[in-house]
């Protein structure tokens, strides 16, 4: 019996009959929302079942029904390598569920971004704010009767009038201005630029009072209820020396690796809190894709996650062919293996140059960046393209390797052990580089879980939990590898045992490469896949065939699914909803960052500023994944 | 700011001024650090050992708006970034100069959606568009050079020519990286 149907078992003993979906080995059951917080927390509390994280929270519109809202919980056990879905809903008069912040608070951003897209509150939330998008905004996107957002593209014939309707020529401001009186609280795009209070929010001098903290909509009385940092400020109010500070940092900013924004409180140069603000990357990558069929939406995954793209190719495909039940060949199965180690080797390069370059060291960036630039050559010969590679499709690769792949991949492979010998050198045995960051940042192994860290962050404060491992996808199971593991939990440790991760990512590419069989590197099911080329030049059908693929797109069974891989920045996941048709009816994108983001202001109490872009640097956040 | 202001008409002073003045700019521009998205890791690997931006004078990528006068927009721009865009480059030095690195930046690519400007140029004043989903580090350079030719061409009068534009080939006002005449340097 598997510790899923435990579960079910348990559950059903305790709370009586649920319905259960099942599509592909995801189990999914419908709690009633106002018996959610309890099953939830009986998930959780059973030492048996071992579930220790809700590691993905989010909602599916369904428009036109009723009830309209659902929101889905994605529980993980770390004790016996399941998961299982739970699945709620709410009416669309007054979308109301449950929050279960107050008992897993890495469901908290989580939570928000449901509340930003979907406008489902969550009952009992600390801190229900907007969180991607703009504080001014007052709809929300995901739904599905909000429009896409479709702009007119301006081409030679037609710019001149196009360009008359923006804010960026008089009579475009004129109309702006004119559309900004009608609908006060809309700032949609050039708009804002028309509203002077949209320029000022940024102008105005940033004191301990009012200013910047006026525009995060949190005085500091709300900002105490965020969590662990309920701790009131250790100042004495009649001591003009003692007083705090808001410091503005981001989101531009060399340190934040992106358009990171942190609002930090410090009392002289000590930090009393932090609060992490983004969104200002947000792409709306998640309603594009939507609007596009499973092949024509896979080139967006690319740009979530832009220091592994593979990876998020990989966690898409796994959902689509999960959805689908299709079977991968072995050839594209082991390709794949190997591409996704030198992508993890390539997205860890990115971050010791970005992160020691923060740390004052600029010889490490520029001998990473050389050596990213072998792993592009190599992406570049086998797919075309240096970084967005959409090389991964589902059902297995977008074509056969390139002759001469192993060659290109085994004299890279013999090439890096030496230059890791050069970075732990240089970096990791330097005095100062140890100073600045061991003992500096400190995550504990109860608070990584707490906060729904995974991947490095976690495994460096002791959690011993990889993907690749656990629950292996792929042929991981197949290859012999260690998992890294680290119990300091401080800044040193997520450097040193990245730089492990990335020897263990050669010794698995090593063993992947060599393993490659031949054989199809695309699936023979041609629901699927297009027919090859050359069948094409001799069978109509074929043509047809190949024709429909492209332009409709392949179908999936109505239904949900949810894969993750272990990504550099712990586990990416991908949760779809299917309604029968070639397009994703709710696709949603769990990046293993934007959720450990959450314990960064835990990492960084009581610490100096200077420090905290040392820990931000360890972080190794990649916005375009967290705000998507 | 700037020389512009304090000049006026000053004859065939100016003209051997203009010349000079545009060798100089064009020789030594500070970029300031403008990653948005992806095209910023592109951006990373133009200033890195193997096409080493530094050859043409672009030394060293500037975190301050304050103390560049080159804003290479490397990424998309969200509606929520876009004061913010257009704050730091109020606060850039003149002269100064917008490169639009990357469909997304230059017209949002693939992104017609809610989320995004469609284009920076509706937020500040583009001086060249490069393509590409991102553009190979190559090409952020070839915009470059496009840009110091542009600069050198610059009269003292304040008047910008029209934008570079190396998304479709436009003989006229736009120069390619097809039919561009090579220039001895």
């Known amino acids: 019996m598997s510790h899923v149907d435990t579960t079910l078992e348990r559950l059903h003993e305790k709370f009586g009959d649920l319905l259960v979906d099942e599509l592909h080995g995801h189990v999914a059951v419908t709690i009633p929302s106002d018996k959610l917080l309890e099953v939830v927390a009986f998930l959780l509390s059973d030492a048996e079942m071992g579930y220790t994280q809700v590691v993905d929270v989010t909602g599916v519109d369904w428009y036109g029904r009723e009830p309209r809202f659902e929101v889905t919980y994605q529980l993980l056990s770390h004790l016996n390598h399941s998961r299982i879905s739970l699945r709620t809903f709410a009416s669309s008069d007054n979308p109301t569920v449950p929050s279960i912040t107050p008992i897993f608070p890495g469901a908290n951003w989580f939570e928000r971004e449901t509340w930003d897209m979907f406008g489902v509150k969550f009952d009992g939330h600390p801190d229900l704010r907007r969180i991607l998008m703009p504080y001014n905004f007052d709809r929300h996107p995901l739904r599905r009767d909000f429009p896409l957002g479709y702009e007119e593209v301006a081409f030679t014939h037609n710019a001149h009038e196009i360009h008359s309707r923006k804010a960026f020529t008089p009579q475009g401001l004129a109309a702006a201005r004119e559309a900004k009186q009608a609908h006060p609280n809309i700032l949609i795009g050039a708009e804002a630029l028309a509203d002077p209070n949209a320029h000022a929010m940024w102008s105005q001098p940033i004191d301990s009072t009012g200013g910047m903290r006026q525009h995060v909509g949190m005085t500091l009385d709300d900002a105490a209820q965020i969590g662990p940092l309920a701790e009131p400020s250790p100042t004495d109010p009649d001591d003009p020396f003692d007083q705090t500070m808001v410091m503005n940092i981001g989101p531009h900013h060399p340190a934040t690796h992106g358009v990171l924004r942190l609002v930090t409180e410090l009392n002289g140069e000590r930090i009393v809190r932090v609060m992490p603000d983004i969104g200002f990357l947000h792409t709306g990558i998640e309603k594009t894709m939507e609007s596009k069929s499973y092949l024509k939406a896979l080139p967006c995954t690319d740009r979530t996650g832009y220091a592994a793209p593979l990876h998020c190719n990989m966690a898409f495909c796994g959902a689509v062919e999960q959805l689908l039940n299709v079977e991968i060949p072995a050839k594209a199965q082991w390709a794949r293996v190997v591409l996704l180690e030198l992508d993890r080797i390539s997205s860890h390069f990115l971050f010791m140059g970005a992160s020691s370059l923060d740390l004052g060291a600029s010889s490490p960036f520029l001998w990473a960046v050389g050596d990213r630039e072998k792993v592009y050559d190599i992406m570049e010969f086998t797919s075309g393209a240096r970084m967005m590679t959409s090389y991964i499709r589902p059902g297995g690769l977008a074509y056969d390797l390139p002759q001469g792949f192993d060659r290109v991949v085994q004299a890279y492979l013999d090439y890096l052990p030496a230059r890791l010998d050069m970075f732990e050198e240089i970096l990791l045995g330097n005095p100062i580089f140890m100073d600045r960051t061991q003992n500096v940042g400190v995550v504990t192994k109860e608070e990584a879980i707490q906060y729904n860290c995974s991947g490095p962050i976690a495994r460096a404060a002791g959690v011993d939990w990889d993907l690749r491992r656990d629950m292996p996808y792929l042929i991981y199971d197949q290859l012999k590898f260690d998992v890294p593991l680290r119990t300091e939990g401080d800044t040193y440790a997520r450097f040193v045992l990245r730089l492990a991760e990335m020897r263990e990512s050669l010794k698995i590419a090593k063993q992947a490469l060599d393993g490659i069989p031949s054989g199809r590197w695309m699936t023979a099911d041609r629901k699927v896949a297009p027919p090859p080329k050359e069948e094409i030049a001799i069978s109509m059908e074929s043509l047809i065939h190949h024709f429909k693929i492209w332009t409709e797109g392949f179908r999936t069974p109505p239904g949900q699914a949810y894969f993750a891989v272990e990504s550099p920045r712990g586990e990416m996941g991908f949760f779809m909803q299917s309604d029968g048709s070639a397009k994703p009816y709710r696709c949603h994108e769990r990046s293993g960052v934007f959720a450990s983001l959450q314990a960064m202001p835990l990492a960084c109490r009581g610490g100096l500023v200077s420090d905290l872009i040392a820990v931000i640097a360890s972080w190794d956040p990649i916005l375009g994944e967290i705000d998507r | ?185």
């Open chain 2, 1 to 185: 700011m700037g020389l512009e202001e304090k000049t006026g008409n000053m004859g065939i002073v100016t003209t051997s001024l203009e010349k000079a003045l545009g060798w100089a700019r064009s020789r030594s521009m500070w970029p300031a650090l403008f990653g948005l998205a992806c095209c910023a890791i592109e951006m990373m690997h133009a200033q890195g050992p193997r096409q080493d931006m530094a050859r043409f004078g672009l030394e060293l990528m500037r975190a301050s708006p304050r103390q560049s006068d080159l804003m290479i927009v490397a990424g998309r721009c969200s509606r929520k970034m876009a004061p913010v865009l257009r704050q730091i480059y109020d606060q850039m030095a003149d002269p100064k100069w917008v490169v639009s690195m990357g469909d997304c930046a230059s017209c949002t690519g693939i992104f017609n959606n809610y989320a995004l400007i469609q284009g920076v140029d509706e937020v500040v004043p583009v001086d060249v568009y490069i393509a590409g989903c991102p553009p190979r580090a190559e090409a952020l350079i070839d915009g470059i050079m496009m840009l110091h030719e542009k600069i050198e061409r610059e009269k003292l009068t304040g008047v910008r020519e029209p934008a570079i534009d190396l998304r479709q080939p436009q003989p006229g006002n736009a120069v390619t990286l097809f039919d561009r005449v090579p220039t001895r340097r």
